[in-house]
């Protein structure tokens, strides 16, 4: 793959990635770009962490405050859940309902429930229901 | 106020007059019928009032099914007491069932049967459409 670089301070910064399929280099590129810039930090028993978005299974609201879920532990975070929605690394994510921004790369199935609820399993375990509201936003950020 | 309680009271407003114009709808086939109807200005008056009711109860409970934080039973269960307290309440306040043991019984079981029915329908949509999203979501796991 060729690699062009144009330091010009008058254009919009932007990578562009022109490839014959999804590699797994595509992959660590997009990762690398949609983390740049981002530092979020998460508090969990005394400790804190950076956080890197693409581990974080949901972003929740519990009791007026925003955690990250990253595997069995809960990151508490300083920032809301608007301003987690509007983050660069945001095309991981899709709101589930109001309180629950959930990435797709950490869900492992959906699931029915009696009264035609949705509920999205995670692979660390962790289950929500998708509001009926968003349930037309997570088909279409899943492609369908 | 609590943004459930105001979808309720705002879908039962703008649903509400639907409920005097199907009693109207009724009462025009069933002249067109043959069917002799005579009414006293009371009884028209009760059921203008009762249909009213009917059908602001019935959309406004509606947004049970949208209450994140109540389960889908617990939402299944307020709207099908709902629905069925103010029909029932409608039906025997204008006489349009008679308050007898057997044809309340009649007339409960047909109403438990169709809203399981209905909630039936909406699972096996629901879970059919939850089969193409673990495709999707399977094929964007293996990328």
């Known amino acids: ?144 | 106020m609590n943004k459930y309680v105001k979808s309720y009271l705002l879908r039962g407003l703008i649903f509400a007059g639907f409920g005097p114009i199907i009693l109207a709808i009724i009462y025009l086939i069933l002249e067109w019928s043959g069917v002799k109807v005579e009414l006293s200005v009371y009884q028209i008056c009760s059921a203008i009032i009762t249909t009213y009711v009917i059908a602001f109860v019935h959309a406004g409970s509606s947004i049970f099914p949208q209450i994140e934080k109540w389960s889908p039973f617990k939402s299944a269960f307020f709207q099908g007491i709902s629905l069925y307290t103010v029909y029932t309440a409608g039906y025997l306040i204008n006489n349009w069932i008679p308050l007898k043991p057997i044809v309340i019984l009649i007339y409960s079981l047909t109403f438990v049967v169709a809203f399981i029915i209905i909630w039936i329908i909406i699972y096996l949509v629901s879970k059919k459409t939850v089969k193409k999203m673990n495709n999707k979501l399977n094929e964007i796991n293996k990328e």
């Open chain 1, 1 to 144: 793959m060729k690699c062009f670089t144009f330091i010009d301070n008058k254009q919009e910064e932007k990578v562009v990635i022109y490839a014959k399929e999804k590699t797994s280099l595509v992959e660590e590129i997009e990762k690398l770009v949609s983390s740049t810039g981002v530092s979020l930090t998460g508090t969990y028993e005394d400790t804190t962490i950076l956080i890197d978005p693409i581990e974080v299974a949901c972003f929740i609201v519990e009791g007026g405050k925003i955690f990250a879920l990253i595997g069995e532990k809960k990151y508490q975070l300083k920032e809301r859940l608007y301003q987690l929605e509007d983050m660069p690394f945001n095309e991981y994510f899709v709101k589930l309902n109001q309180s629950c921004l959930g990435n797709i790369k950490q869900m492992k199935e959906f699931k029915t429930s009696i009264g035609g609820a949705t509920l999205v399993i995670f692979k660390n375990g962790y289950k929500d229901y998708i509001s009926r509201r968003e349930l037309k936003h997570v088909k279409e950020r899943i492609g369908l």
